[in-house]
């Protein structure tokens, strides 16, 4: 299926449309795709053994840097430039930090390339430390994935074993060490300072930048931090060249992507595919489009804290970073979501805000407080206790927390929610003091919430007498 | 100056010079520019959680926190406009959504942050209508308890036991609006300077048990004083209530002695102003007037011309003390000996960002300067004097030592000692000890003026925080009062 051609399609492609074949997800259906031996047999760590020791890493850098490969993480962030920032001659070692904490919801691309193909990861960090002259890297692993963890845990034994990596790395007077480490399954850990802290054993705390990771990260030393599909992407880059990556893809946005899909469509699964095909043509070719007798009510396009796309931009989007940023929202991680025209978006909403407010890791007073704010003012929309002008102080609340904290789990927070409020106000409208009157046939000044209480007491009540007010009144 | 690395910039419109490695919070509040924060403290490392301190950078997309933004060359700050305004009022929102309106019992009510702040950058209603998230309350060691729902997760207490006592014993538990500040499995918070994490936090999450419920701060006054506990000499600020009944003691700052830090024990060592106190002049163990212990004091040192007396000051006394003593002696008993004796002197502790001293004395240098004396050995200490056998006709001893405990070599002395006039504040051990003739009340560093030399060699000048409460007298007047005694009895003129 993800191996399919997508047919010639009317996108406005400016360069020839070059048939494409998944790269990185090449052999995950293969019996043993994980194993040493499969993955030596198709001519794993061939590039690797090839470059390091003999090819200048400048050159390296150069390649990575030429192919305009941009992080896979979710900022799409152009890797060859970021390896360029790395500090030079601080006197202190410099580290590799692969970000494996995939838990963006809408998201299981990661954890395909390290339960089916570790040492696909593996041969491009090899690469990566050599590139960056870094002699130790960090596999970072969401504490979840148990069954990555054992085969990654395996791939590096092997490789070590094999001589690929260790105090002579393929024989060569390069020392690398990789280390797996495994989270405790907190969101925040995902943030790529926020994994540097939890890696030196400290709490998952996001740090302050600047100083940013290149100049001083892991331990306070000079540190890369990318996630694993940018990683896995380098040896292939490496081994075919800038040109080959730039075949497919924009002009801004080169290559192939994993996107991850999920929701109301028939097929949902991960698929790698060229970057800059419409998400129509994802949906429906890729995807088998939506279930049956249902249409698109909305689409999340970059993990759960993308602003969501509405049917109308659904149609103008392409899969590219540019498009889906001059359509308010991002490409993030890859995570498409789905949502048909059944879905109740309060629901939605709510589920989204209870996730962040349970991911927070409490840090910032702004995503704090605010998220948990968010996700109560979420629920009254979603259990139709809202009042008049609760609509109104979520879209304020989201705006006092973007912008204002150190990592972007706020802005992550605020985004969705101002996105609903811009595309679906209509439904929240609708939930104001719903409750009280469809399921319990009661006023809704009865509903005995404390805000409602407030209000009764502040404005009086018309028809309830209440003694022991009358009396002070009196 | 040295080769300091400065830069140049504009803060409200002010040109401002300030060293190349400094934030933006430190240029402003050194040029007297408020900039509100939480969890900065200059002592701690940079936290940047609060978001209090947010200021706008000309060509900066949004507001930046000026805790963790360092200063540049040509840089122009705002810390008024509206951006920033509207920030800051958003995070004050913030910081009280969950915070529990128990100001009327809450014991930092009056000197709370939030309470400041929320009056200068909050706003005038609350908009959160939702249930409140409630956290524990902990007793966190002896002398600090925890109250988790006032606490705004400013880390400045976590950050103090990781960075100035490195006992690290704090940490924060739980995620996102649950978090709360507790101590790890095991281990309690009593480190030697828990107390500082009472005095940097700046709300009432964590608190004093000492001065819990004791008073509203707005019902104290306070004076500026120093830490008589040890060779250190904190800087403090001894808070009284209307009765002038000192409730608690805090650090004043002072970057040359003690930074804003202090020991729990010099916070805690004022009671003995208040208790055991030797109320008037004893002679013979009978209460008598000033007068005539006066006399009798002076017959007893001026005996012989001092030749069978030995004077015995302690590393207590204050500088101006100790230069009466001197006089005194001079004048009316040349021939008379001095030693120095102290509490003696252990090892100091010490940690990452602070040193308790293990002398125990607060003047010993000033011992050493004004009477060439010292507490630990040498030829003019108690030891020495200890160590000979020839008996002693009056002993001068000048004490102001609390809660000693009579030394086996002091014990040594006044066995050896056929009279000993005693100057000392309180009516301890030595009082009772048996041969005291003659018992001169004095006053505590609290209810006098003098100066301490403290173990760097700074000497430091301090004043009464508050009126005697004995019929003491400081040494000076009661030395001077002597020698005017003295000058009657030559030349007959009663005084």
Request: glycine share 10%; proline share 6%.
């Amino acid at each position: 299926m993800a191996e399919t051609t997508p047919p010639a399609t009317e996108a406005p492609a400016p360069k020839p449309v070059v048939p494409f074949s998944p790269v990185l997800l090449k052999y995950i259906h293969e019996p043993n795709s994980h194993t040493l031996e499969h993955f030596l047999a198709r001519g794993g760590y061939e590039t690797a053994r090839k470059h390091v020791g003999e090819t200048d890493p400048a050159s390296l850098i150069a390649i990575v840097k030429d192919s305009g490969l941009r992080g896979r993480g979710g900022a799409g962030f152009p890797t060859g430039m970021k390896w360029g920032f790395l500090a030079k001659g601080t006197g202190k070692p410099a580290y590799l930090a692969v970000n494996g904490d995939e838990s963006e919801p809408g998201t299981f691309k990661d954890r395909h390339i390290l339960e089916k193909d570790p040492h696909q990861l593996i041969e491009g960090v090899i690469l990566t430390c050599w590139a960056i002259q870094s002699n130790h890297a960090f596999i970072y692993l969401r504490g979840e994935f148990i069954l990555g963890y054992q085969r990654l845990e395996a791939a590096v034994k092997e490789a070590k074993a094999k001589g690929f990596i260790g105090e002579k790395s393929f024989g060569k007077d390069f020392p690398l060490k990789i280390t797996v480490v495994r989270g405790a399954g907190a969101y925040i850990c995902g943030e790529e300072t926020g994994m540097l802290s939890s890696i030196e054993g400290g709490r998952g705390y996001p740090k302050i930048k600047p100083p940013f990771p290149a100049v001083s990260g892991l331990f306070k030393c000079p540190t890369i931090v990318n996630n694993v599909e940018t990683i896995a992407n380098v040896t292939h880059i490496i081994k075919n060249g800038a040109d080959w990556h730039k075949q497919w893809g924009t002009e801004k946005s080169p290559g192939y992507k994993i996107f991850c899909l999920a929701g109301a469509v028939k097929k949902p699964g991960v698929y790698e595919v060229p970057l800059g095909i419409t998400m129509r043509e994802f949906i429906d070719v890729y995807g088998g489009g939506l279930i049956e007798g249902r249409s698109i009510k909305a689409v999340i396009p970059g993990g759960l804290s993308a602003p969501l796309l509405t049917p109308e931009m659904v149609d103008k989007c392409t899969l590219d970073y540019e498009s889906l940023a001059s359509l308010g929202s991002m490409l993030g991680s890859g995570g498409i979501t789905v949502l048909h025209d059944g879905v109740d978006m309060m629901s939605a909403i709510y589920n989204t805000m209870r996730f962040y407010h349970h991911e927070s890791c409490g840090q910032c007073t702004p995503c704090r407080e605010g998220t948990g704010w968010l996700e109560k003012l979420a629920h009254k929309h979603h259990a139709g206790h809202a009042h008049a002008g609760d609509a109104d102080l979520l879209a304020d609340v989201a705006k006092n927390m973007r912008g204002r904290t150190i990592c972007v789990l706020a802005d992550a927070a605020a985004m969705p929610m101002q996105s609903y409020l811009q595309h679906f106000r209509g439904e929240f409208d609708k939930r104001v003091g719903e409750a009280a009157y469809v399921e319990r046939g009661r006023s809704a000044r009865d509903e005995i919430t404390p805000a409602a209480k407030r209000e009764t007491v502040a404005h009086g009540a018309p028809g309830v007498l209440d003694v022991g007010m009358g009396m002070d009144r009196v | 100056m040295s080769e300091v690395k400065t830069v140049n910039m504009k803060i409200d419109g002010r040109d401002v010079t300030v060293p190349a490695d400094w934030t933006v919070i430190r240029a402003a509040h050194q040029n007297d520019i408020e900039i509100p924060h939480y969890c900065y403290h200059p002592d701690l490392s940079i936290a940047g959680n609060c978001r209090i301190c947010m200021v706008s950078v000309k060509g900066a997309p949004r507001p930046v926190v000026g805790c963790a933004t360092p200063v540049a060359e040509g840089m122009e700050v705002t810390t008024t406009a509206a951006p920033e305004v509207e920030a800051r009022k958003g995070v004050m929102e913030f910081l009280l959504i969950n915070h529990p309106l128990d100001c009327p019992e809450c014991d930092q009510s009056g000197e709370c942050k939030l309470q400041n702040y929320s009056v200068e950058h909050g706003q005038d209603h609350g908009r959160f209508h939702e249930e409140k998230v409630r956290k524990s309350k902990a007793t966190m060691g002896p002398h600090v308890k925890y109250w988790g729902s006032r606490c705004i997760l400013c880390t400045r207490c976590v950050r103090f036991t990781d960075e100035v006592s490195g006992t690290g014993e704090l940490g924060v538990i739980y995620r996102g609006d649950r978090s709360e500040i507790a101590t790890f499995p095991g281990r309690v918070l009593d480190n030697p300077l828990s107390m500082n994490t009472v005095d940097i936090c700046p709300v009432g999450a964590l608190v004093s048990s000492d001065f819990l419920y004791q008073s509203r701060v707005w019902n104290l006054h306070s004076n500026s004083s120093v830490c008589a506990d040890c060779s250190v000499g904190c800087n403090t600020r001894v808070d009284l209530d209307a009765k002038d009944q000192i409730k608690r003691i805090v650090p004043r700052r002072n970057d040359a002695v003690n930074k804003e830090w202090m020991c729990d024990a010099g916070r805690l060592s004022f009671p003995y102003v208040r208790t055991g106190r030797l109320q008037k002049p004893k002679v013979g163990g009978v209460d008598a007037i000033w007068k005539d212990a006066r006399r009798a004091a002076l017959d007893l040192i001026s005996a012989n011309g001092g030749a069978n007396t030995v004077a015995l000051v302690s590393a207590w006394n204050t500088n101006e003390a100790m230069a009466s003593i001197r006089e005194l002696l001079a004048a009316e008993a040349p021939a008379s000996r001095v030693y120095g004796y102290g509490n003696p002197v252990v090892a100091d502790q010490v940690f990452p960002g602070f040193t308790i001293s293990g002398d125990k004395n607060p003047n010993r240098a000033g011992l050493k300067q004004v009477l060439g004396l010292d507490t630990e050995g040498g030829s003019n200490s108690l030891k020495a004097l200890a160590s000979e056998s020839a008996p002693i006709g009056t002993l001068l001893l000048v004490h102001n030592i609390p809660d000693f405990a009579i030394t086996p070599e002091l014990k040594a002395v006044l066995d050896r000692s056929e009279n000993v006039v005693l100057l000392d504040f309180g009516s301890g051990e030595l009082l009772r000890y048996g041969n005291v003739a003659v018992a001169l009340p004095t006053l505590t560093s609290f209810e006098k003026t003098g100066t301490f030399v403290n173990k760097d060699g700074i000497a430091q000048a301090f004043e009464p925080v508050m009126e005697p409460v004995t019929y003491g007298q400081p040494e000076t007047d009661i030395v001077s009062a002597l020698t005017r005694d003295a000058r009657a009895h030559t030349t007959g003129v009663r005084a």
